[in-house]
Nanobody, 126 residues
Framework: VQLVESGGGLAQAGGSLRLSCAAS????????LGWFRQAPGKDREAVSC????????YYTDSVKGRFTLSRDKARNTVFLQMNNLKPEDTAVYYC????????????????????WGKGTLVTVSS
């Protein structure tokens, strides 16, 4: 199992970025897949998750209405579209998967996720 994130970079406040998480070794619709982020000096926090059961999505309150998570089965990739970015979105973003479901992400149980990517840095300037 391998997860590779891409799409990070520098954006201005109010701008957009789209992160990708390319999966190999398993079909992306067979495992819940979540995004976490970690800002400098802060703990890792859950951002979003897409469920295997029905493709439903979860978003933490601070990104609701701005971030959209989607899944492309043909490309075995999950995308996190981030709009109206804010300086507080600055962090390293990680995708992770679990044999369990999105409840682990909702509970920010990042220590219980099964596989992780190496992360991609998002920097939002004011």
């Amino acid at each position: 199992v391998q997860l590779v994130e891409s799409g990070g970079g520098l954006a201005q406040a109010g701008g957009s970025l789209r992160l990708s998480c390319a999966a190999s070794g398993f079909p992306v619709d067979y495992h819940a897949l979540g995004w976490f982020r970690q800002a400098p000096g802060k703990d890792r926090e859950a951002v979003s998750c897409i469920s295997t059961v029905d493709g439903s999505t979860y978003y933490t309150d601070s990104v609701k209405g701005r971030f959209t998570l989607s899944r492309d089965k043909a490309r075995n990739t999950v995308f996190l579209q981030m709009n109206n970015l804010k300086p507080e979105d600055t962090a390293v973003y990680y995708c992770a998967t679990t044999y369990s479901e999105c409840w682990l992400v909702k509970m920010n149980q990042y220590g219980s996720m099964d596989y992780w990517g190496k992360g991609t840095l998002v920097t939002v300037s004011s």
